[in-house]
């Protein structure tokens, strides 16, 4: 009895994973039957492959969006063609799949335009990407997006590594700092037409490859002990506000924090081990990379600098005060990061 009602179950799943389908007979009085045919799966159809000449498209998403999955390919297929073997795309695309595209780096160049399209292109170094320094429409690519770029180097944010595998590099003609005679860093400006040629060329990538405005970075920010590029010269507000490009914070929530913060005990406690450990590891969850050891050396005030450029850029001195730390608290509380 168990075996038969295992049966029956069994081909009622079945059943309903699949379509009926019927056709119609004639008895000897011209009476209609209606009989049923073995059932069939049907699966949805999926979008065709577009062809140019021998070379393939697929520009249609049909995986799971909210999972950061996608199917589109930006560029022509590429596949194997093994000897004596034929690659069929019967079963293509598989709905498991992303981009390699997860972050986007910005860099200057410390360079005019001319060294910049040497080095970039004839040396070791590289990038997608090059923002010239003249206003007109052009913006020079010098790397498949589907390739590594070497923009870079030894790079970290959060719990991803190496960068260049993962990201897409820009950069921009601009001289970078000198030291003046105090010894401060001093950067040059970006000019308006340079921001809004950045500023269309990261909206299109980004909206793309759908990389979040945590993902979208400067290069002192993955390596904040080597890299000071692009600097606090660079509008990252400007881009937050004009384009939605990028992280920023609320001014309302920030301004709630720093009302928290008593001046006179801030001085007192913000030398303490304890209140440096959880600067330090409310960095660390940010995405930067370092260690919270409770005390500050050269590194991690190098951190606190490479914070400032990006989020508090009129004052860059790589020292906690109560604006970064109120900062700080708001871009974490913002984009929903982990404590």
């Not at 069929?88 to 399209?117: C, M, V, W």
């Not at 890299?227 to 400007?238: A, E, I, T």
């Not at 409310?282 to 990006?310: M, R």
Request: charged content about 20%; glycine content about 4%.
């Amino acid at each position: 009895m168990r075996k038969t009602l295992y049966i029956i179950g069994l081909a009622t799943i079945v059943f309903s994973c699949t379509t009926q389908k019927y056709y119609y007979t004639t008895d000897k009085k011209n009476n209609l039957t209606k009989t049923t045919t073995t059932t069939e799966n049907i699966t949805p159809p999926k979008p065709s492959i577009t062809h140019q000449g021998d070379v393939e498209f697929y520009t249609k998403n049909i995986a799971n969006a909210s999972k950061n999955d996608n199917t589109i390919s930006y560029g022509s297929l590429v596949s194997a063609k093994p000897k004596g073997y034929k690659v069929t795309k019967n079963y293509f695309p598989a709905l498991g799949q992303n981009f390699r595209q997860r972050y986007l780096i910005l860099h200057y160049t410390a360079l005019d335009e001319a060294k910049s399209i040497t080095v970039l292109t004839q040396q070791s170094v590289s990038s997608h990407y090059l923002v010239n320094d003249k206003n007109d429409d052009e913006i020079y690519q010098f790397v498949d997006e589907n390739k590594r770029a070497y923009h870079a180097g030894v790079s970290r944010w959060r719990n991803d590594y190496n960068l260049n595998d993962s990201s897409i590099g820009i950069e921009i003609v601009n001289p970078g700092f000198k030291i003046d005679a105090a010894g401060n860093k001093v950067f040059a400006d970006f000019s308006d037409f340079q921001i809004k040629k950045v500023a269309n060329l990261v909206k299109d990538i980004a909206d793309r490859y759908s990389i979040p405005a945590t993902n979208i970075l400067a290069h002192s920010d993955i390596a904040p002990t080597r890299k000071q590029d692009p600097g606090p010269k660079f509008p990252w507000k400007k881009l937050y506000d004009d384009y939605q490009i990028g992280m920023w914070y609320d001014d309302a929530t920030m301004k709630g924090f720093l009302s928290q913060i008593n001046p006179t005990d801030f001085v007192t406690q913000s030398t303490t081990s304890p209140f440096v450990f959880k600067v330090q590891t409310a960095f660390q969850q940010l995405g930067y990379d370092i260690t919270p050891s409770g005390t500050w050396d050269k590194q991690n005030s190098q951190v606190v600098e490479a914070f400032q450029y990006h989020f508090r850029p009129s004052k860059y001195n790589g020292v906690v005060d109560a604006e970064t730390w109120a900062i700080l608290q708001a871009l974490l509380q913002k984009y929903n990061v982990a404590k």
